[in-house]
């Protein structure tokens, strides 16, 4: 009977009790882990002096990475397993401090309140299940039945685990949030904020465009005056500079005839009588549509690709069409109503893959590659397998830790992740990409802090150059000052100069076009007709004038109030428990040491 229930369940069920064994095991002394290091026996981290285990963590990352597999139809890269290790190390950090704050404040969740908890309001995840619903709804009386029942039992910890925890940050965000209050003053305020309007007239002196580069030079003397006054301004993150090869992965016509010889014969079944729902789940590479047959619903004319959209525009109605080729393959298209404006059909997408002897050759190169160069701690494995498949060793050039590897236009995944964790002349596992396979060789590893000079010149001499421009371009935003208040027009004054005008509005405080909070100040804080000094802003230079303003329709916020304080109050609770959450975590005394374990050993 509980089949459905158990396959829904048991997914959900596993990742939360691993997630909360997490938080209860990493109180427990393991004695000889204490020590750091670095494999099954290392110490992850310390959240306020609370030590977590490498075995510990690991368990709930890789129920984490189980999750997520399921919904992907590929293996996990290195960046999504970098991310998941980041959101099960954050939601360790968030369960601590909160854990450190319930002890604090003397905060506790009896059995009792569980239980009520567990029979009155079960979690979204266990109400939605088609073993409670009646009729479509929620059935409390058939949920308050099956946990009377045996099947109910292994699941009972969970739910109580998960109850306790639930009380738990209710009565603390309770707590937090209990003198929050807003003011009919307050309030109109809010009201304002979204409904007072302004329109504006702004002129921008934008210090790279007020004065071109070529009429600022920079000296040799100033270059090196500046980076010693200003170290912090040329920090660096760890940077790496790799090697690679890559085996280019590209169809060519035989691939593309595969792809239509495979169409016609998806056309031929369904010619036959084959069902075109049965066939498109099967055959279709649109995930989307195929899950519901192929259907695409209805869509306005020119929105698909021109080949798609100029085939399904003279296709008779109810027929199949022959294999029509867009960028993503080769589309049978079947329309089953047509108007003026817009068609109703569906498809089934049969794309061109590398096949046949192609996939084969391809397939045999990468393993070879994979043989001679992935994954080796000899740097002159990459040279070897050049050398070996004719290939060009390429360079990536500087990749700063937190970053992707560009090359060219291509953005490569993974690659900036492992880096990182490699030791020098290592080599990467093959990293498979649309355009190709690629492995990287490190070279070299620079650590943080702040490069010589030589390494950095031209990122100095910009530096220099922009700091002049930013005090020639004063200077310019001055002198237009003057124009406009001996009387010139915004406008006509910033075409004599050169200057970028324009008109923006109306809009309001919560959703302005400006590029910053001064230039909004300035516009709601101005007088209609009145223009602005120079606003000396993060972005440039900037003279603003209020055109318009229409202010907040105070009757209709009387008649709004008693709406609008139920959403402020929500809002500004919400607000109050993130600043308050993120100032626990920040007062925390957390010891990191994922990125010491993770690297290669």
Known sequence: ??????????VIGVVFAVLMLVFMLTSVDWGALAGGGSGPTAVVGRINGQKIDYRTFETAVQQQIQQAQQTSAAPLGLEQTKELRDQVWDQMVTQAVLNSEYKRRGITASDEEADQMIRSSPPAWLAQNAEFQTEGKFDLSKYQRWLLSSSAQPYLPLL??????????S?????????????????WQWYRDRNDSVTVGLTAIIPRNAVPDSTVPVSQEEVAAYYKAHPDDFKRPSTAFMSFVTLPRFTNAADTAAALERAREVRAEIDSGAPFAEVAKRESSDSVSAARGGDLGTWARGSMVPEFDSAAARLPLNTV????????????????????????????????????????QLDARTDTLERLAASQLDSAALDTAARALKLT??????????????????VIPDAGVWAFKAKRGETSPIIETDQGDFVFRLDSLA???????????????????????????????????????????????????????????PFTRTSPPLPNAILVGAAFGLPVGQHSGV????????????????????????KELDQLRVKALQLARQDRVRSYLAALKDQAKVVDNRSRIYRTD
């Open 321 to 360: 069409s022959e294999p029509v080729l867009s960028p993503f393959g080769y589309h049978l298209i079947e329309i089953t109503r047509r108007t003026a404006d817009s068609l109703t059909g569906r498809h089934i997408l049969i794309p061109i893959e590398l096949a046949g002897d192609h996939r084969d």
């Open 447 to 505: 650590p943080e802090g702040v490069p010589p000079l030589s390494s950095i010149r031209p990122a100095v001499e910009t530096a220099v150059r922009r700091e002049k421009q930013w005090k020639m371009a004063r200077t310019v935003a001055d002198d237009y000052l003057k124009k406009i208040e001996a009387g010139a027009d915004m406008a006509d004054a910033a075409k004599s100069m050169h200057l970028a005008h324009n008109q923006f509005g």
């Open 160 to 169: 109580e685990a998960q109850a306790k925890d639930e009380i738990l940050q």
């Open 535 to 558: 606003l000396d802003t993060e972005d440039g230079y900037y003279v603003i004038k209020v055109l318009s303003r229409t202010p907040a329709d105070s009757a209709a916020f009387n």
């Open 1 to 10: 009977m509980m089949q459905v229930f158990r396959s829904s369940v048991k």
């Open 171 to 187: 009565k603390l965000l309770r707590v937090v949030t209990s003198d929050v209050y807003l003011s009919d003053a307050a309030l």
């Open 393 to 410: 060793i390429g360079h990536t050039g500087p990749v700063q830790e937190g970053s992707r590897v560009q090359l060219g236009r291509y």
